[in-house]
């Protein structure tokens, strides 16, 4: 652990910390899943193409969609996951 990773050697972007993460899966060996967080209303949509974003062009794997898209009425939940989804098999969505 290095203090400096959060001040010197990396920046704020979001993109940067998560490649930090995939580096510590053993340089993407062990394929990095991001939790997509609690829901929190009605930009769960929103947070959880972000996330899928980040967590693509960072170089992970996936996305942990439980509360965001589980939680709701069947036709947002189907939204949800068929956004992420999209995301990951985006061919223009590339590493950053």
């Given at each position: ?77 189907v ?15 590339t590493?950053?």
């Amino acid at each position: 652990l290095d203090k400096r990773m959060y001040s010197d050697l990396s920046s704020d972007n979001p993109i940067d910390l998560c490649r930090y993460q995939v580096a510590n899966c053993y340089m993407g060996r062990a394929g990095l899943i991001n939790s997509g967080g609690a829901s929190a209303g009605d930009s769960d949509l929103k947070e959880a193409a972000l996330t899928a974003l980040i967590n693509k062009r960072a170089g992970g794997t996936g996305l942990i969609s439980g509360r965001k898209s589980f939680q709701k009425p069947m036709d947002e939940g189907v939204k949800i996951l068929n956004t992420i989804q999209d995301i990951y098999l985006s061919k223009d969505v590339t590493i950053a």
